[in-house]
């Protein structure tokens, strides 16, 4: 097998046609190969040819390269961004700047290890996040890391308090005054590095996106070293600000959560949900209890169980994944109250359950029961009321 080229490069230019981009690849590697998207949510590649030839997508998100190709080439279908929301993971043009997103329009070949950078060539845009290096070129992340975001022509504003470094990547400078105060946002990351014990140097970097819409959803999305998060011009009550700041806390729990073993998707969204309104609370009493209400009662209209849907997600059906961000969160405020009948906090376990927890093939908890000193009687009951569909209790 022919030794795989030094450095891939990824060179972005403008397109005369409107909201389209062009990516060629220089060296292409002579062995050709499995060209796909890391972390495929919808592809926004089109047109991909080698030496002139169209190749198909197939299936979504992945290209056959053949061998000794010399031009190898893409364009990527920009969206509307303000119609986009962040969780979407998509490529977007908003008024004067752009989010391009790795996982959507910058496929990689799956079988080629070598070292791979993102130049942007494109005189009219300034590359926000992340800084290029010497080079002019931004690493691409491999196939086990979280996704590669671009900003470019944003605005920076950055606030350093203690071990934290927050900055926010800004699409408008206008929207500042409509965002979470930075202060509070710091304030609320403290409390989750303590009652994660992290005691390291952390830099949380926020990228803000203008969304149309009537509300806010509930999720954003972590890249590399990145947070993504919207807004709405409309929506500036302190309800609305308290949504978007678990959003934000959310996300950053996610960032800490790399400092311990993987875990089961339901079990990472569970807790960054649970933990990031907790966060809330501790910034705006009153709107994050609200919050914390919100999304026990919407736990309710999922009647399967976390352990059930966790399977479906797993094989590709992510139709209840909203549970995790719901039902997960009434599970752990459960197992919190639980807790407390003996003076006890599940925040004096997090640790340990964030570093000791062994799962089996579904994404059970094996030992949840042993971290946390519960009896028999209580982990069945929650393990009924949370973690097992109605067909499957009858089997414990």
């Known amino acids: 097998m022919a030794t795989p080229p030094t450095h891939i490069g990824y060179s972005i230019e403008e397109s005369i046609e409107p909201n389209i981009l062009t990516v060629r690849m220089s060296p292409v590697p002579s062995q050709g190969g499995i060209l796909t998207l890391t972390h495929c949510v919808r592809s926004q590649v089109t047109n991909l040819t080698c030496d002139g030839e169209t190749i ?79 080079s002019q070129s931004i690493a691409l992340p491999g196939f086990s890391k979280p996704p590669l975001f671009l900003l470019l022509n ?40 303590e009652v994660a014990d992290i005691k390291t140097k952390e830099n949380f970097t926020v990228g803000w996106c203008e969304y149309v819409g009537e509300s806010l959803g509930i999720s954003g999305a972590t890249g590399s070293g990145i947070l993504l998060a919207n807004y709405l011009l409309s929506k500036t009550s302190p309800i ?24 089961p998707t339901w ?22 209890a609200s919050l ?43 197992v919190d109250k639980t807790l407390r009948t003996r003076s006890d906090s599940l925040d004096l376990y997090l640790k340990d359950i964030l570093s000791r927890m062994e799962y089996d093939q579904q994404g059970d908890p094996v030992n949840l029961n042993r971290i946390l000193n519960l009896s028999q009687e209580a982990w069945l009951s929650l393990r009924a009321q949370f973690l097992l569909s109605k067909d499957e209790k009858k089997l414990f």
Request: proline share 5%; with cysteine.
């Open 56 to 134: 198909i997508e197939r299936p979504e998100g992945s290209w056959s390269i053949p061998e000794d190709v010399k031009d190898l080439r893409w364009k990527i279908q920009l969206k509307e961004g303000k119609g986009v929301e962040a969780c979407e993971q998509q490529s977007i043009k908003l008024d004067s700047s752009i989010l391009l997103s790795g996982g959507s329009s910058l496929p990689q070949f799956k079988d080629i290890y070598g070292p791979e950078g993102v130049r942007i060539s494109m005189p009219t845009v300034r590359t926000i996040y992340p800084e290029p290096g010497q």
């Open 154 to 193: 944003f605005t920076e504003r950055t606030l350093k308090d203690g071990l934290i470094t927050l900055t926010y990547l800004l699409d408008d400078e206008k929207s500042h005054s409509l965002l979470p105060d930075m202060g509070e946002n710091i304030k609320g990351l403290k409390w989750l590095m």
């Open 240 to 263: 609305d600000k308290a949504l978007m700041l678990y959003v934000v806390l959310h996300e950053a729990f996610h960032q800490l959560q790399t400092y311990y073993p993987d875990e």
């Open 267 to 288: 079990i990472q969204e569970s807790l960054a949900s649970y933990y990031g309104t907790r966060a809330v609370e501790v910034i705006m009493p009153e709107e994050g």
């Open 292 to 334: 914390m209400d919100r999304f026990q009662k919407e736990a309710d209209r999922f009647r399967k169980g976390l352990l059930t849907i966790h399977s479906a997600v797993e094989k590709g059906d992510r139709s209840e994944y909203a549970a995790f961000y719901t039902k997960g969160v009434a599970f752990w405020a459960e």
